[in-house]
């Protein structure tokens, strides 16, 4: 069996597509900033799965160097793709309200959550393509499936990676490369603490809360039925053609769900 290559496999999401793919049989490269981390994931899964080789990249993906980095290591390791998920994200900056940085933090957000995950795809799915067979999982979030006021950052990037993701399914399905967009709502995970917004666990009922362990299965699930769009966790499933309803999206324009940053 080949293998799964998974940015963001430090923490949460990432982490736990680890376990489950380790699960079905596939080798893993791992890909994140903080190696200990990455090295905990490892050493989990090898005494649970020892037959399955882990690899490790340390890399920052706002940099634009690294996805060429990871593209190059995979090809001298001659390692077969099978899987390729692009998982990394962060809550980032506020597009407006954040000034005194300057632009360069700006772009280099805009570098990990869109620049990125297009080289990943650009330089790893004709492989998968010419071989006939590829699973591509890029975590978006129901974020991206509407705008709202107060969120010109993370939402619109999700809503490139849904497009990406829409228009490389359609293109490549033929050649037997599934490509899903994994539409998550809040998942318990690392990723509100590390953006300084606890808070919202204690504002939001618990009912919008989801495990990575069911966002992830469904992601897989999804992605191996050829969806080309996976919303997960039943309630936003029940949600998500409200919000793409014109009727509907008037209520979004200044409040529903709450934002991930206000700028
Ligand atoms: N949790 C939610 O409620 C939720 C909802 C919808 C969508 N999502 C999406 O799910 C994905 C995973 O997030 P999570 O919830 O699992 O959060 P998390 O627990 O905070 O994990 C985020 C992962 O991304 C990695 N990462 C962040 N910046 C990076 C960078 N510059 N370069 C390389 N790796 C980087 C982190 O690793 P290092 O820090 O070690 O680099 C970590 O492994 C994200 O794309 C997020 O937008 C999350």
Same mark, same amino acid.
């Given at each position: 069996?080949?293998?799964? /290559?998974?940015?963001?496999?430090? %923490?949460? *999401?990432?982490?736990?597509?680890?376990?489950?793919? &380790? $699960?079905? !049989?596939?080798?893993?490269?791992?890909?994140?900033?903080?190696?200990?981390?990455?090295?905990?994931?490892?050493?989990?899964?090898?005494?649970?799965?020892?037959?399955?080789?882990?690899?490790?990249?340390?890399?920052?993906?706002?940099?634009?160097?690294?996805?060429?980095?990871?593209?190059?290591?995979?090809?001298?390791?001659?390692?077969?793709?099978?899987?390729?998920?692009?998982?990394?994200?962060?809550?980032?900056?506020?597009?407006?309200?954040?000034?005194?940085?300057?632009?360069?933090?700006?772009?280099?957000?805009?570098? /990990?959550?869109?620049?990125?995950? %297009?080289? *990943?795809?650009?330089?790893?799915?004709?492989?998968? &393509? $010419?071989? !006939?067979?590829?699973?591509?999982?890029?975590?978006?979030?129901?974020?991206?499936?509407?705008?709202?006021?107060?969120?010109?950052?993370?939402?619109?990037?999700?809503?490139?990676?849904?497009?990406?993701?829409?228009?490389?399914?359609?293109?490549?399905?033929?050649?037997?490369?599934?490509?899903?967009?994994?539409?998550?709502?809040?998942?318990?995970?690392?990723?509100?603490?590390?953006?300084?917004?606890?808070?919202?666990?204690?504002?939001?009922?618990?009912?919008?809360?989801?495990?990575?362990?069911?966002?992830?299965?469904?992601?897989?699930?999804?992605?191996?039925?050829?969806?080309?769009?996976?919303?997960?966790?039943?309630?936003?499933?029940?949600?998500?053609?409200?919000?793409?309803?014109?009727?509907?999206?008037?209520?979004?324009?200044?409040?529903?769900?709450?934002?991930?940053?206000?700028?």
């Amino acid at each position: 069996m080949g293998a799964a /290559l998974i940015t963001g496999a430090s %923490a949460g *999401l990432g982490a736990e597509f680890a376990r489950q793919l &380790a $699960a079905k !049989g596939l080798d893993l490269v791992l890909v994140a900033r903080r190696r200990e981390k990455l090295n905990e994931v490892k050493q989990e899964i090898e005494n649970s799965y020892p037959n399955i080789s882990v690899s490790i990249i340390e890399g920052d993906l706002s940099q634009p160097e690294t996805p060429q980095i990871i593209a190059e290591q995979i090809s001298a390791q001659g390692i077969e793709l099978h899987y390729l998920v692009n998982n990394a994200g962060a809550s980032g900056p506020r597009l407006l309200q954040d000034q005194d940085m300057g632009w360069r933090p700006h772009h280099e957000y805009l570098t /990990l959550m869109m620049t990125s995950i %297009a080289e *990943l795809c650009h330089r790893l799915v004709p492989t998968m &393509a $010419a071989a !006939g067979y590829g699973r591509v999982i890029n975590v978006t979030s129901v974020s991206g499936r509407i705008a709202r006021a107060g969120d010109s950052h993370y939402g619109p990037a999700k809503a490139y990676v849904i497009a990406l993701s829409e228009a490389l399914a359609l293109t490549v399905k033929a050649q037997g490369v599934n490509v899903s967009a994994l539409c998550p709502g809040f998942t318990h995970t690392d990723f509100h603490a590390t953006a300084g917004m606890n808070e919202i666990k204690q504002s939001t009922p618990s009912m919008l809360w989801y495990s990575a362990e069911e966002v992830v299965r469904e992601g897989i699930a999804g992605v191996e039925k050829g969806k080309a769009i996976v919303v997960s966790g039943r309630l936003y499933r029940w949600l998500d053609p409200l919000m793409q309803s014109v009727w509907t999206r008037w209520l979004f324009k200044g409040r529903g769900l709450p934002a991930s940053s206000s700028d």
